[in-house]
């Protein structure tokens, strides 16, 4: 008879990323659900046209910068090259963080250019989507946060569950950076 408990997952998807990409697929559908939202409430007329502001192109720079060092720094993690791996974690989170301050500072360029939360619904739909997605980066940077915390604590090991969790982070982070910029060119050129 077959020990459950010691099974191996290595012929298939793993539980906690199989849990991990249903909640992805939530997280898609409800942009989704955001998106048609936006785009219905738009056909009824009486919608503000004006321009994203140029944070977002900066924080779009970004969040595509982090994807790319979280992805170097995986890589770095699993070949064994502690400083880079550890330096471009770090890179990672400061990143993660750079893109919420510039979020934040393209809501306050908005308002101050006469967009208002609870003005009219195109502004409206910019911040609520927008913030929404912030959250989910926030989400992610306190996951990052206990890597950096990892970063200091423990040894540089490759176990298999430090690999997943950190396979699962890279994956999420390159969700959050698809949606990011499905998100902006969707507010160009509606």
Known sequence: MENTENRSYDRGLEPAVFGLWLGIGSIAMMFAAFTSAYI????QGNWLEFRLPEWFFISTL????????????????LNGNTRQYKQLYLITFILGLGFV??????????HQGGVELTGNPSGSFVYVISGVHALHVLGGLAALAVGVLQLFVLPHVVSRKRKTRFKMMVQYWHFV???WIYLVLFFMFQ
């Open 101 to 110: 301050v510039t979020q934040y500072l393209g809501w306050t360029a908005m």
């Open 177 to 179: 950076d698809i949606l």
């Open 62 to 77: 970004i969040i595509l910068l982090s994807s790319l060092t979280i992805h170097l720094s995986y890589k770095h993690f």
């Open 40 to 43: 219905v409430r738009q056909g």
